[in-house]
């Protein structure tokens, strides 16, 4: 409300709806996490980075990398990155789409998103059990 000469005036504008008003659709959280993924890669760029300048330096620095790598913590660290890259990799696909002009109706816009979710989970599980299986 504003003041004026003493008395509050109530502005007649209509106020914005707010989250707590909306019921989350999958879309609106797909779109959250996509962004939020796109800010992970970042942190995931100085992992990749670390790496690679590891096997650069020799062998002594490699090792330690694997070495922590190779701790819960490190697992735990791979597995959100590579959960992270496939997600943000799918909701790309799923804008890809979206950009070429197609997939607006209600139903296709949720099954892409759901679709995206499914896709990273899977694929991220595709890439942890080749490695567990020693195929990559």
Known sequence: MA???GRAVRSERPLSPHL??????INMVMSILHRMTGAALYAGSLLLA???IAAATGPDAYNYFLSWCDTWLGKLV???YTWVLMH???GGIRHFI???GIGYGLGTVDLL???SLAASLTLTAIVWIAV???AV
Do not use: F, K, R
Not at 20 to 25: E, H, V
């Open 50 to 52: 670390w790496w690679l």
């Open 113 to 115: 998103s759901w679709g």
């Open 3 to 5: 003041v004026t000469s």
């Open 132 to 134: 567990a299986m020693g």
């Open 88 to 90: 943000h990799m799918m």
């Open 20 to 25: 707590q008003i909306y019921s989350p659709l």
């Open 78 to 80: 791979l597995l959100g």
């Open 98 to 100: 979206w950009d070429s």
